[in-house]
């Protein structure tokens, strides 16, 4: 059975960091996209970070070259750094894997239980 559990959320101050973590079990890990994806009150589920199993990146405009993806396979881990955070960052914090190597939002059938991160001053 699948299990992804994220951690690291909290409360910060606009303009700063958090980095978010996601221990996987029950998957190759190895081999699986991962990716990070946020819902904010009201809205629907948005990706923001892909991860393909030999670190290949992608991000949303949204939070390109503020946020940052990465995994340790060794520890079945992927990872996502935020920094300069805004208050539209407000949101729960998902983490997904696919079946396999794909990226397609369509094969993210795995998911965490969501870590909320709220940017306020």
């Known amino acids: 059975q699948v299990q992804l559990v994220e951690s690291g959320g909290g409360l910060v101050q606009p303009g700063g960091s958090l980095r978010l973590s996601c221990a996987a079990s029950?998957?190759?890990?190895?081999?699986?996209?991962m990716g990070w994806y946020r819902q904010a009150p009201g809205q629907q589920r948005e990706v923001i970070a892909l991860i393909t199993p030999n670190g290949g990146t992608n991000y949303a405009d949204s939070v390109k070259g503020r946020f940052s993806i990465s995994r340790d396979n060794a520890k079945n881990t992927v990872y996502l750094q935020m920094n300069s955070l805004k208050p539209e960052d407000t949101a729960v914090y998902y983490c997904?894997?696919?079946?396999?190597?794909?990226?397609?939002?369509?094969?993210?059938?795995?998911w965490g239980q969501g870590t909320q991160v709220t940017v306020s001053s």
């Open positions: 029950g998957i190759r890990f190895s081999i699986n996209a």
């Open positions: 997904a894997g696919s079946t396999g190597w794909s990226t397609s939002p369509i094969d993210f059938t795995s």
